[in-house]
């Protein structure tokens, strides 16, 4: 009797401590300003949840953290308060690139070691920047972004102002991985995030069986992209860039076909000999091009030539150069215009009327992008294809991975 009086409240203990380790999660969401207009949330209790049972049914991943450098640090042991909910938002009327977060940190003076262990740059009143990657440090909070525009406002708003909205988690997430929601005023659209073994889906529709008569028809294809959008598409898209190049380009429709292709591209240089005589000298290295054909259909092809002309996008020998892949030509017709490269010219593939685009992952691709890092390259490589589809009000996104002996949770 003694042993069950015992095991009974050890058991309700044990219960008790697991519901708030692993189920409980504080969902208001305290560091997102009123202004912005997309935001993102990663649910850290499933992701750990995920990728330790990941772990587990793949024992041959137990040894690789071992090799990993101790000297860099972990990020448990970076400091960082990990919230239930990580917080990522853009805010209205800046750059499409332009993303933050900002995190409560458990010891500032543990962050600062971390992000010099990291290789960020001291750039003074406790800011550190690594390539694109910015933090700025207050007290027990961190504003970290893709850029530092608008740090001083989010520290005025979200650190310094204790009056402030706070939002809830489940206007946003609905127990998915994470999820990515446009804001408009009152109206909120959210799109579920999915990371699966060999691919990564973001979606706001269940069934996105409603795509696979697209998907079967463009996999008989081999081309690098293949894309077609109708009039919304086009806006939705081009808005992110340019808000008006939709209104202005009157296109009811685009398709457009592209592959790559290697070339030997020969630069010229010249020297000087003992003699001081100018000596030419050839050297010819490989460049990966596309070839391309782009259908713009239009509602009143003037004004879209008129547009491009405007904008300085045609030259004197009708070449479209907003492209910067040169040679090619650009030919208005009773229907739009069509831009196509002028060299090894490529056939558009046939119109499916819907909305798709589709990037199938190349060799030339990642080979050429010579700017990127070693793990940075070995993603990419790893991609098999992108692929968006729409049909009326259903989106899906899906990062298609090669299939590997690991999920990409241990992959990547």
């Keep these: 009797m003694k042993k069950k009086k015992i095991i009974v409240p050890l058991f309700l203990l044990l219960a008790v401590g697991v519901y708030f380790l692993v189920f409980h999660k504080n969902k208001r969401l305290k560091y997102i300003p009123d202004n ?20 587990v049914t793949h024992p041959s991943k137990w040894s690789g953290s071992k090799t990993k450098s101790k000297s860099s640090g972990s990020l448990k042991d970076s400091g960082i308060r990990i919230p239930d909910f990580l917080q990522m938002f853009h805010i209205k009327d800046t750059g499409f690139s332009q993303w933050y977060t900002v995190l409560e940190l458990k010891d500032s003076h543990q962050f600062i070691t971390y992000l010099r262990k990291q290789n960020f740059v001291d750039k003074g009143n406790n800011r550190f920047q690594k390539e694109q990657l910015f933090f700025m440090i207050e007290g027990n909070y961190c504003v970290a972004g893709t850029s530092d525009h608008a740090f001083e406002t989010l520290q005025k708003k979200l650190l310094q102002n204790s009056v402030h909205r706070v939002w809830d988690a489940d206007q946003f997430i609905h127990n998915t991985l994470g999820s990515i929601s446009f804001i408009s005023g009152q109206k909120i659209q959210n799109f579920s995030i999915e990371l699966n073994d060999d691919e990564i889906e973001i979606k706001n529709n269940s069934n996105p069986g409603i795509f696979n008569g697209i998907a079967s028809k463009l ?13 919304e598409n086009i806006r939705n898209i081009t808005r992110f860039f340019n808000k008006s190049i939709a209104d202005s380009l009157r296109a ?10 290697q070339i030997n591209d020969t630069i010229v240089t010249y020297e000087y000999d003992d003699n001081f005589n100018e000596v030419e000298k050839k050297t010819v290295q490989k460049i990966t091009q596309p070839s391309y054909m782009i259908d713009i259909q239009s509602d009143d092809p003037e004004k879209t030539w008129q547009y491009f002309l405007s904008e300085k996008w045609i030259n004197n020998e009708n070449q479209f150069t907003a492209i910067p892949f040169q040679p090619n030509t650009i030919i208005q017709n009773n229907k739009g215009v069509t831009i196509e490269s002028i060299k090894n010219t490529i056939a558009m593939s046939p119109r499916l009327n819907e909305n798709y685009i589709l990037i199938r992952n190349n060799a030339l691709l ?10 940075e390259k070995r993603i990419i490589s790893d991609i098999d294809y992108v692929w968006y ?9 899906k990062i298609k991975a090669k299939k590997g002996e690991l999920p990409l949770i241990l992959r990547w």
């Design 36 to 55: 912005a207009d997309a935001v993102v949330l990663i649910d850290t209790k499933k992701l750990t949840g995920q990728y330790l049972f990941s772990l």
């Design 219 to 231: 996999q008989k294809g081999n081309q690098f992209l293949e894309m077609e959008l109708d009039k």
């Design 252 to 261: 009811n429709s685009l398709k457009a076909t592209a592959n790559l292709r």
């Design 366 to 375: 990642y080979s050429s992008l010579k700017t990127l890092s070693i793990n």
């Design 389 to 397: 589809g729409n049909q009326s009000d259903h989106y899906w996104v």
